[in-house]
């Protein structure tokens, strides 16, 4: 039932954008051929009619306009989703490797993995010294207490 709203919600919106854009292509014609333009509604009823669909026409641009910082945020925002072997290598190992990554301050491109704390849950890390271990964030702020 929501959905249907939404669909009709949207499908009025773009048709009042689209025959608007319409209108202002006839409209443009009609002055290119006759010079000028000029325009009879004696119907009041369906003038009021169109002058409604004009401003649920504004309300929905200014509707989409009001997304598109959401929009954007949600292109930025792209986590990756585990793919199953690396579900499967977070159970087995406690780690898996989720990409590389070149910090501030760091001379090349370290492997990202994400480790599985057994106090604390998951948490991104890359290996430290020759032996590859990784640091918990939270268990390394108890441990300097
Ligand atoms: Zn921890």
Redesign the pocket.
Do not use: D, T, Y
């Given at each position: 039932m929501k959905r249907v709203m939404i669909i009709l919600f949207h499908s009025l919106g773009l048709s009042v954008l689209a025959s608007s854009l319409v209108w202002m292509l006839m409209t443009f014609i009609t002055i290119f051929t006759n010079s000028s333009v000029f325009f009879i509604e004696p119907n009041k009823l369906i003038l009021l009619f169109e002058m409604f669909l004009t401003v649920y026409g504004i309300l929905y641009l200014s509707y989409l306009y009001s997304k598109i910082p959401k929009l954007l945020k949600q292109t930025k925002n792209t986590e990756k989703p585990l793919t199953l072997w690396q579900k499967v290598q977070l159970k087995l190992t406690g780690c898996t490797f989720l990409r590389w990554e070149k910090r501030k301050g760091w001379t090349d491109y370290l492997p990202i993995y994400l480790v599985k704390?057994?106090?604390?849950?998951l948490?991104e890390d890359y290996p430290h010294g020759y032996k590859e271990y990784f640091v918990?964030?939270?268990?390394?702020q108890?441990q300097k207490r």
């Open positions: 704390c057994n106090k604390h849950g948490f918990c964030p939270l268990c390394w108890n």
